[in-house]
C-alpha cells in the first residue's frame, strides 16, 4: 500500500497533471484514466530515490497520455460526426479541482486536434504550461534541439490555423448574449448579420443528440437557419451563461438536464462569429451537469433576455 507521503504528493500536483493531460486529450474520461495509470506508476516508486516529485509525475502522466493517443484516435476515426473536445466549465470560484484546470479555448483545442500526439504534448508543454525545452526534452526523452524543431513546426501550425487573437472578454460576454437573444428568439435578420460570411457550425452529438450533424455547416444563411430550427425543434429550453475552457459560453438545460454547450470564436476585431460549436453528446455533457448549477461561475448578461429564453438565473 503506498505511504501518506505518496498520496499527498500526488493531491498535491493533480490539478496540473489533469489539465496537461485534458489538453493532450480533450476529454475528461480519459483524462482521469491517465491520472490513474499515473498514480499507480507513482506509488511503485520510492519516493526517496526521486530528487523534483512534480517534474517525475509530469514525465509519467504526459507519456501515459501518448500512450493513451492511439486508443483515442481510433474512436474519433468511428466517430459520428464532427468530434469536439468536452466542455470544461471554468472560474476561480468553483468548487472542484478539475473546473479550475486551466485549459485552452475550445477553439484552440480544436486546431490542436491536427498536430501530431507528439507535436500536440509539446506545444502544450511549452506554449500552455512555459515547461523550457530542455525540460520537455528530458519527459519525452527527446534531445533539446529535436524538442525545438517540433515546437517550431507545431506552433507555425497553430499560427496557420488561428491566427486570430483572444477576445477582450467584455466583448466577448456581450457578444454570446446577443447572439444567444436572437438563435433562441428567432431573429435571422440579427443573427446573421452577427455571423461572418464564411461561418462554421460544428455540431457534435455523438449520434445521440438531435442537436448533433453528420458534418460541419458553413454559411451565414444556412448556420443561421440550422441554429433558429434546433431552437424551435426542442421545447423548454432555458440557459445558463457559463465560462466553458475560459470562454464565456452558453449551457442550454432541457427539463432541467444539460442539453448542449455553445461557445463562440470570434473574429479578430470581435464583432462577428467565426466559429459556433455545439456539444450535445450526453456522454460529453455528463462531468458539467452538476457544476452548471452552480451559481459560483456565472458571468451575468448585461442585457436581458429576448421572448423565446428563459435565463436559469432569473427563474
Not at 508543454?125 to 517550431?152: G, K
Not at 456581450?174 to 437573444?181: G, H, I, K, N, P
Not at 455571423?195 to 457550425?201: N, R
Not at 479578430?268 to 462569429?273: F, L, N, R, T, Y
Amino acid at each position: 500500500m503506498p505511504d501518506s507521503a505518496a498520496s499527498d504528493a500526488f493531491a498535491d500536483h493533480r490539478e496540473l497533471l489533469f489539465s496537461i493531460v485534458y489538453n493532450m486529450l480533450g476529454t475528461v474520461c480519459d483524462t482521469e484514466d491517465v491520472l490513474q495509470e499515473t498514480w499507480l506508476a507513482w506509488s511503485a516508486r520510492e519516493l526517496a530515490q526521486i530528487d523534483n516529485h512534480r517534474a517525475y509525475l509530469v514525465r509519467i502522466a504526459v507519456n501515459q497520455a501518448l500512450a493513451h493517443q492511439s486508443t483515442l484516435r481510433r474512436r474519433k476515426e468511428n466517430y459520428p460526426g464532427p468530434w469536439l473536445p468536452e466542455p470544461l466549465i471554468t472560474g476561480s470560484d468553483a468548487s472542484e479541482p478539475a473546473v479550475r484546470a486551466e485549459s485552452v479555448s475550445i477553439a484552440l483545442l480544436v486546431v490542436l486536434e491536427t498536430l501530431t500526439p507528439l507535436e500536440r504534448a509539446v506545444f502544450i508543454l511549452h506554449e500552455v504550461f512555459a515547461y523550457q525545452h530542455t525540460e520537455i526534452a528530458d519527459m519525452l526523452d527527446r534531445s533539446p534541439a529535436a524538442v525545438r524543431q517540433i515546437a517550431h513546426r507545431a506552433r507555425e501550425h497553430v499560427q496557420a490555423r488561428r491566427p486570430r487573437a483572444r477576445i477582450d472578454r467584455r466583448t466577448h460576454q456581450r457578444v454570446t448574449v446577443r447572439f444567444v437573444e436572437a438563435a433562441f428568439g428567432g431573429d435571422l435578420a440579427a443573427l446573421m448579420e452577427m455571423l461572418a460570411p464564411e461561418v462554421t457550425l460544428w455540431s457534435d452529438g455523438g449520434g445521440k443528440s438531435a442537436a448533433g450533424g453528420p458534418r460541419p455547416i458553413r454559411g451565414r444563411e444556412k448556420v443561421a437557419r440550422t441554429l433558429v430550427a434546433n431552437v424551435r425543434r426542442t421545447e423548454g429550453l432555458d440557459v445558463e451563461y457559463q465560462q466553458v475552457n475560459g470562454d464565456p459560453s452558453v449551457v442550454v438545460f432541457a427539463q432541467d438536464a444539460p442539453f448542449a454547450v455553445m461557445v463562440l470564436d470570434l473574429d479578430a476585431a470581435g464583432e462577428q462569429v467565426h466559429d459556433v460549436y455545439v456539444v450535445s453528446n450526453p456522454d460529453k455533457l455528463a462531468s458539467i451537469a452538476d457544476i452548471a448549477r452552480s451559481e459560483a461561475s456565472h458571468f451575468v448578461p448585461e442585457t436581458t433576455d429576448r421572448p423565446g429564453t428563459t435565463s436559469r438565473r432569473e427563474r
